[in-house]
């Protein structure tokens, strides 16, 4: 590997979870594959598009497992190896578990990037994982023509403390607990237009575990949780609406956004899942008359590592999202609410 220092970002045709799939190609491809089982012990698999597949052991203790893997969103190797490995070990958390450990996935094009990048983005990763007390494990390699990194995830959890993301009920508030806008950023670090401040805020909030879902998960007037990712907040909302049954409304003026996120936006800084996300469920969500197309794309934003949508019960929210702060997530507030109805989201 005596491959010259270049931009991480410049190998790769797109970047952190707006590598995703659209929704619409994924329900597509997912309505082709034959049900196997029934398996009375695995709660949560592939019907709602949940964050983790949760198994039952005998004990009633619940083992959590997931695998979340992209190409580089930031031309920093430790950078990219951090927020990798953050998004991926969110998806337990999400679920309400504990992360015990994680295997590395990793596909490099040997002949593009020098070995001590690779080995700083393996140092990132086991960085976050040390923050979250696993360790990583094992994993499995390949030379992939972009660079990939990701972790496959194994947690735990009691059975009455998973929490799901089709469990919303009617009346409950809705909270989330870190800023949108981190695609938008994604986006200006390609076209040169993120500065040293734009470029930690982004980081900061891409690296900061989602630990609090575990917590939030022993509450029992906490109904259902999900974690903000590739599909928007718009996406991930409407999962929950349509796996509850219900409307969910979200209040835009209460919707926390990274410093510039509205500024970048406005300039061109839009990135290519935004508008596949839209085109895929666009037709279930209902805008205000007249809403600018910047706007929309903040709401249709592909969030790497991004923030819990948390459903709960209304009267506690304030309470939950202030002991949310407390716990080191900033910019948690309540943002909406679910209410019966057609499976929907509306913007206000």
Not at 36 to 43: I, K
Not at 79 to 92: E, L, P
Not at 225 to 244: K, N, P, R
Request: net charge negative; charged share 20%; hydrophobic share 45%.
């Amino acid at each position: 590997m005596n491959a010259p220092v270049v931009r991480l970002t410049s190998l790769a045709h797109g970047g952190g979870c707006g590598c995703k799939l659209a929704p619409s190609v994924l329900r597509d491809l997912m309505a082709g594959q034959a049900a196997v089982g029934p398996f009375a012990n695995l709660l949560v698999g592939t019907e709602t598009g949940d964050d983790a597949a949760v198994y039952r052991l005998d004990d009633g203790t619940c083992v959590i497992a997931t695998t979340d893997f992209f190409m580089p969103m930031v031309d920093d190797p430790f950078d990219f190896g951090r927020v990798a490995a953050t998004n991926a070990i969110s998806d337990v958390y999400a679920m309400g578990g504990t992360p015990i450990m994680a295997l590395a996935i990793l596909g490099m094009p040997i002949d593009k990037i020098p070995a001590d990048m690779v080995r700083k983005i393996l140092e990132g990763g086991c960085a976050i994982c040390a923050e979250a007390g696993i360790p990583v494990a094992g994993g499995h390699s390949i030379d992939c023509p972009e660079p990939v990194y990701g972790l496959a995830v194994i947690g735990t959890c009691r059975e009455e403390n998973i929490r799901r993301n089709n469990t919303a009920k009617s009346g409950d508030a809705l909270i989330l607990t870190k800023s949108l806008g981190v695609g938008v950023y994604s986006s200006a670090v390609k076209k040169n237009l993120i500065d040293g401040d734009m470029y930690a805020e982004m980081v900061g909030s891409m690296t900061t575990l989602n630990k609090i879902g575990a917590k939030l998960a022993r509450d029992a007037d906490v109904h259902a949780i999900t974690d903000v990712t590739g599909f928007g907040l718009l996406g991930h909302s409407l999962e929950m609406a349509q796996g509850s049954g219900a409307t969910i409304t979200i209040d835009w003026a209460n919707l926390p956004f990274l410093d510039s996120a509205a500024a970048l936006v406005q300039q061109g800084c839009v990135t290519g899942a935004s508008h596949r996300n839209w085109s895929s469920y666009g037709e279930h969500v209902v805008l205000p008359a007249n809403w600018p197309e910047w706007r929309r794309h903040l709401l249709t934003d592909p969030q790497t590592s991004g923030g819990l949508l948390v459903a709960c019960k209304a009267e506690r929210a304030a309470e939950i999202a202030a002991r949310t702060v407390a716990e080191g997530y900033p910019f948690a507030r309540v943002i909406g609410r679910v209410s019966e109805g057609d499976a929907k989201v509306v913007i206000v």
